[in-house]
């Protein structure tokens, strides 16, 4: 298949595209020069704000998901220096893996100027870190540490937006225990934060203003649950997305782990992913691994994915196994789990879908030659993730599928961003949302792992 047919099918013409990323350059400047004006200002880890503690006598468990329980203003933070942009962060009620009542934070910017009725983007981040201290309202608030790096320069995706008048709420999508790749729970703690965030008279949005959710990579892993389970978990939420833009997803997370192990850059996602998944089950995987496995079980434990990628080239599964596991999927606990993060399972999206996926893994030293995976941007799976837009689109949800075959994650990226400001300008203006369903090529099985 060519990438003129089927990659880049009602592609939006080139001028469009030009002056997104022109308006993107330009917003970004204007920040960067208004933080380089700014001072430094110290904060305290969440482990240690009292901020991030729910104290209340209420048990949490008597409490609404997306119940506002504390509310603070700070300056908005590029690498620890403030910017004259008012953010409102909200602790608020919401749900953890096991359906336990948890609490989170969310910290919402409202643009200076902006005309006609209110409009909110939900920008989930791909700052994908074992440590709750990477998570994007630390850094927003002034915190620094090496994987908040990643929502410092996420300013420079948000920033045209804001530029545009968009009010814009950033939750911190793994919750406070950083529970990296556990995605229905990314879902709802993203769907808490759209219910704080329009209850909050300190944020002041109308109680309907529409949304549109927005994220790539690990941010993705959000938007898509959010999207699929908010007819579910929040139909007071889901009336009011107008569209869901998403990039480089994670749909069937066993498939990845086949994908990327023995790989030269992505390989270090494997460990994190059996870490983050233990910690939100409450499960021990230990007793599977071997002596390195254990030894880098340990050391990962508040990893981000900059302390990851390039470290492990051709790390396995079966170098960090004890013999008798030589596949996960011996391993009873692991099916199980892995089995409930197969996107397409929690519910189906209400709203138009905008899918973006690289195909072009080899340059970012992944092949894409493994049996019943095949390609992919290096670290997501594209058969994967056309099978998705497939099953949606047979359920009737709108989607609009892009794969540009030659760009891996990080280069495929770069075609997302503008593709998404021009895509969500068009939802809320009203205009009939694209979709190219009878286009998308058939992809890999989606089929739950069988019991061992």
């Known amino acids: 298949m060519s990438e003129t047919k089927h990659s880049e099918v009602n592609r939006t013409p080139g001028r469009r595209h030009a002056a997104a990323r022109r308006l993107a350059a330009r917003a970004a400047a204007l920040l960067a020069v208004a933080g380089a004006i700014g001072a430094t200002e110290a904060r305290v880890p969440p482990g240690q704000d009292p901020f991030y503690q729910y104290t209340g006598s209420t048990p949490l468990e008597d409490i609404a998901p997306g119940t506002v329980l504390k509310t603070r203003t700070v300056p908005y933070h590029v690498v620890g220096f403030p910017l004259p942009v008012k953010t409102t962060q909200l602790l608020y009620r919401s749900t953890g893996q096991l359906g336990q009542a948890t609490v989170n934070v969310t910290s919402v910017i409202r643009p200076v100027l902006y005309f006609g009725k209110p409009k909110l983007i939900s920008y989930q981040s791909f700052y994908d870190s074992l440590n709750p201290d990477d998570q994007p309202s630390y850094a927003i608030s002034g915190g620094l540490t090496l994987g908040g790096l990643i929502p410092n320069i996420e300013t420079a995706l948000i920033a045209p937006f804001l530029s545009q008048g968009y009010s814009i709420t950033i939750p911190d999508t793994e919750g406070q225990q950083a529970n990296f790749a556990a995605g229905p729970e990314y879902g709802m703690n993203t769907l808490d934060s759209l219910r704080a965030t329009l209850r909050s008279p300190a944020v002041g949005l109308p109680s309907d203003t529409r949304i549109a959710l927005v994220g790539y990579s690990g941010g993705a892993i959000a938007t898509e649950w959010a999207a699929e389970l908010a007819p579910g978990y929040a139909p007071d939420v889901d009336g009011q997305i107008v569209g869901s833009s998403m990039g480089g997803v994670l ?180 205009r009939a949302a694209p979709q190219n369903c009878a286009q998308i090529p058939e992809g890999n099985s989606l089929a739950p792992l069988p019991a061992p």
């Open 251 to 430: 749909v069937h997370p066993a498939h990845n782990l086949h994908y990327v192990e023995g790989s030269l850059v992505w390989t270090g996602v494997m460990p994190m992913a059996i870490i983050g998944v233990a910690r939100s089950f409450d499960v021990d995987l230990t007793p599977y691994l071997n002596d390195y496995g254990n030894q880098l079980y340990q050391k990962m434990q508040k990893a981000s994915i900059i302390n990851a990628l390039g470290q492990y080239p051709g790390l396995t599964w079966a170098s960090i196994a004890k013999p008798e596991y030589q596949t996960p999927e011996q391993i009873p606990i692991y099916v199980e789990l892995v089995n409930d993060l197969i996107m397409g399972t929690g519910g189906t999206p209400s709203a138009p879908l905008l899918i973006r996926q690289g195909a072009g893994g080899e340059l970012e030293g992944t092949p894409g030659n493994k049996p019943g995976i095949g390609r992919g941007d290096g670290v997501m799976i594209a058969g994967d993730v056309r099978t998705l837009a497939r099953d949606y689109c047979a359920r009737g949800v709108k989607v609009q599928y892009g794969q540009s075959e030659l760009l891996s994650h990080v280069g495929a990226a770069a075609v997302w961003i503008p593709e998404t400001l021009l895509w969500v300008n068009d939802r809320f203006a009203g």
